[in-house]
């Protein structure tokens, strides 16, 4: 009795689950991308049965990753540089690279209301302005714009805080260190109204956030299929959500 | 290459960070370590492994609630409302609190040996000559426990200057006031400049080097006796 009971059991094993058949993408993410990303994840595993394995950081540094060999198949970058140099130095895919969203700014205080935002960066009644790297990250070299546009880049300097990517940008105006911040539309959706303005798009150079499949998953046809689901219906739809616009 | 003054802010910054923290741990952990070497309260063990927490806890979890006790809802900022900052983050004198913190196991454990080392001897005999206590520390333990001071400051100073995970969560990344070696070479690395960040970390390997060297001759010399 027990004998068969064993059988039937090592039989369910042995059963070819979903999973056995199932792909796997590596996916590294610009960190302000990541709340969409995950959201896109979901609806490409229900679609397709493939799991995606996400990695979420600032866009410089998984780069540096990738240049070493880092195991990614598909790069969704916060800039367009890095996709075309990903294509240049041979470690993505010519022809694969497409804007896959389009940023905004916008800044962001849990304390100071900011509907009139350039009438508080202009009274300049804060300690402390949080803003990501601008040299690495388009989020915070648009930051940097909209203010020199204000014409207040001398009393804005001395009182920036640089996070080494968009999201330990949030973390210090999160935490209460800095009272305001510029930082991506994507990591606030949800915030009152009052906490967030929406930098007017003629104020900074426009943030292409472009994608690349790399070499890593030229063959791999669930990468291939993640690409393509990133520019389908669905996930253009959570990426809209998310605050991002598409590129034209 | 790298200019000069493009490497002489980070290193500078560094250096001071590590001077001013290794001078503060030698008056803040003497205490500590003289007390726990001393002390026959049964709970003492628990506070040396409250002092040696930074020793196991990654960085980042130290520097994350850093980051919180600094701002402006923690004790760090009533101190820093005191010169009429909101936080304590972002600024040269949060990062010496936070690598005071981070550093401490670093200067109170080898502290503690070398109190342990010389045993209750000399100390019943300074006493017995009528030494009074102070007279006892500063005169007798202290001297006799200079291999430890001078093995802790060494490994405190170096600890200091590589420390990573913590400036980069409380730091903010200002020039001149929080962007120390680490966090540079980092930086380079990250924008791709990664020529000048082999030069800067050379320098540190070299750095390294030399600490390590000293540490061990200098247990050499004065530890045993």
Redesign the interface.
């Known amino acids: 009795m027990r004998f068969i009971g064993l059988l039937v059991g090592v039989g369910f094993l042995a059963l070819p689950g979903h999973a056995a058949f199932a792909g796997e993408v590596s996916v590294a993410v610009a960190a302000n991308f990541t709340k969409p990303a995950e959201e896109i994840g979901k609806a490409f595993t229900a679609m397709t049965g493939d799991t995606v394995v996400f990695s979420f950081g600032a866009t410089g540094l998984l780069y540096a990753q990738i240049s070493q060999a880092a195991p990614f198949e598909v790069f969704l970058s916060a800039d367009n540089k890095r996709p075309a140099q990903a294509v240049a130095d041979g470690l993505g895919v010519e022809g694969t690279v497409f804007t896959y969203a389009v940023g905004k700014v916008v800044l962001y205080s849990p304390s100071i209301d900011v509907t009139d935002g350039e009438g508080v960066l202009k009274a300049g009644a804060f300690q402390h302005i949080a803003i990501a790297d601008p040299k690495t990250a388009p989020y915070g070299k648009a930051g940097l714009e909209v203010v020199g546009k204000l014409g207040l880049t001398d009393a804005i300097t001395a009182k920036l805080v640089t996070g080494e990517n968009i999201s330990q940008t949030l973390q210090f105006v999160e935490s209460g260190n800095s009272e305001i911040g510029f930082v991506a539309l994507s990591q606030v959706t949800g915030k009152p109204a009052t906490r967030v303005w929406t930098v007017p798009a003629e104020d900074y150079s426009p943030i292409l956030q472009d994608a690349v499949l790399l070499k890593t998953g030229e063959d791999d046809p669930a990468a291939k299929a993640f690409m393509a689901f990133l520019k389908g219906p669905e996930a253009t739809d959570i990426i809209r959500t998310f605050g991002y616009e598409l590129a034209q | 290459m790298l200019s000069l003054s493009e490497i002489a802010a980070p290193v500078a910054l560094s250096l001071t960070l590590a001077l001013v923290v290794t001078a503060l741990l030698i008056v803040i952990a003497t205490p500590i370590a003289w007390w726990l070497c001393r002390s026959k309260w049964a709970g003492k063990e628990a506070v040396a492994a409250i002092v040696a927490l930074p020793l196991v806890l990654p960085p980042t979890v130290l520097g994350f609630y850093l980051?919180?006790a600094?701002?402006?809802?923690g004790p760090g900022?009533a101190i820093a409302s005191l010169w009429g900052?909101?936080?304590l983050?972002?600024s040269f004198e949060g990062l010496v609190f936070g690598s005071i913190l981070y550093s401490l196991p670093f200067m109170v454990q080898p502290l503690r040996n070398a109190f342990e080392a010389m045993g209750d001897e000399p100390i019943e005999a300074a006493q017995t000559l009528g030494a009074s206590g102070t007279q006892t520390f500063f005169r007798v333990a202290m001297p006799l426990a200079r291999g430890g001071y001078m093995a802790g400051a060494v490994l405190s100073f170096a600890h200091t200057v590589g420390e990573f995970g913590v400036v980069?969560m409380i730091g903010?990344?200002?020039p001149g006031e929080t962007k120390v070696l680490s966090i540079a070479i980092?930086?380079y690395?990250?924008?791709?400049e990664w020529g000048r960040a082999h030069v800067l970390a050379a320098g540190m390997v070299v750095f390294a080097f030399v600490v390590v060297t000293a540490v061990m001759m200098i247990e050499r010399r004065v530890g045993n006796r």
């Open positions: 980051l919180i600094l701002g402006p809802n900022g900052s909101r936080t983050a972002f980069l903010g990344n200002i980092y930086d690395v990250e924008r791709g």
